[in-house]
């Protein structure tokens, strides 16, 4: 085994690099590992928008009324937009996820599969709730 | 307590560095479980949310009432709350190291998982029972 890094590590086995960060692309699965990380803590912020609906749906008018301004402003709409994506990911993941404590899906060509299935899912589940949810409005 | 002849930290300095021995599998499981649950109960919820866009105070306070989503939502506030902090959990063990910031965040996160599952699920009991 006297290959380059061999004889460049002073003869010893090679040890594992870790990647050199930018310069190295992350292959979709890292990619989809960290996503799962950073929607699982935006949804849990997010969820305080949850919070605040039930709250004012249980004040009154008033409050209800200005909740609802809120969301229905472009901020609230881009902030609702990217619960819902955010959502539907890392629901799609979590159960990729359960799949894997299960013992399948562990090998590097269905998990590259799966990470796509799941992207593709939260895409599609997403776009289809919020055309929906303007059908429903479009008909009040 | 024989190794404390070979080394100078006490048991509970090593205790500490090591962490409690019987937490994690339940940790774990824990999280499997509120993910398991947060599935039907988090497409219900979008569901019924699509379903609201635009209704009226009424009309939201009316299906937030009926047995039903009451429940449903008790559920969905416990699960949610629950599986957020167990995450949270993990990610700051994994990223802060220093043992009194990691405290004190922890204790803000389970503190806040608290407060806000409480308030949460006290205005869903208040709309139910008509207040
Ligand atoms: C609003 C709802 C949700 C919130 C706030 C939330 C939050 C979180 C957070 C903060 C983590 C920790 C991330 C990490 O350790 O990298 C996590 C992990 C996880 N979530 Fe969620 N989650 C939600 C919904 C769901 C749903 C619906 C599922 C369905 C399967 C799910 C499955 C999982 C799983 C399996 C893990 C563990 C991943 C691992 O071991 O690395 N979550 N979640």
């Not at chain 2, 939201?60 to 009451?70: D, F, G, K, N, T």
């Amino acid at each position: 085994m006297a290959n380059d890094q061999t004889r460049a590590a002073g003869g010893k086995r090679p040890r594992p690099l870790s990647p050199h960060l930018q310069v190295y692309r992350l292959p979709v699965t890292a990619l989809s590992s960290i996503t799962h990380r950073a929607t699982g803590v935006a949804l849990s912020v997010g969820t305080l928008l949850l919070v605040c609906w039930l709250v004012a749906a249980a004040n009154g008018p008033a409050a209800f009324a200005s909740v609802s301004a809120f969301i229905g402003s472009p901020i609230g709409m881009v902030l609702l937009f990217g619960w819902s994506l955010a959502l539907f990911y890392h629901l799609g993941n979590g159960i990729r996820h359960l799949f894997w404590d299960a013992g399948h899906g562990f090998d590097i060509a269905t998990a590259e599969k799966s990470a796509y299935a799941v992207i593709a899912f939260a895409v599609g589940a997403t776009l289809l709730a919020w055309i929906v949810a303007f059908a429903v409005l479009g008909g009040r | 307590m024989s190794d404390n002849t070979s080394s100078l930290r006490s048991p509970l300095g090593r205790a500490r560095g090591l962490g409690s021995a019987k937490d994690g599998t339940h940790h774990w499981w824990a999280q499997r479980v509120t993910a398991i649950a947060l599935i039907p109960l988090l497409l219900w919820f979008v569901a019924s949310i699509v379903s609201l866009a635009g209704a009226p105070l009424p009309a939201v306070q009316a299906w937030i009432a009926s047995p039903i989503s009451a429940v449903l939502l008790l559920s969905l506030i416990v699960a949610v709350f629950h599986h957020a902090q167990l995450g949270l959990q993990v990610v700051i063990e994994d990223y802060v190291h220093a043992e009194g910031v990691k405290l004190v965040l922890l204790l803000a996160v389970k503190g806040a998982a608290w407060l806000f599952g409480g308030i949460a699920a006290f205005s869903v009991l208040k709309i139910a029972f008509g207040g």
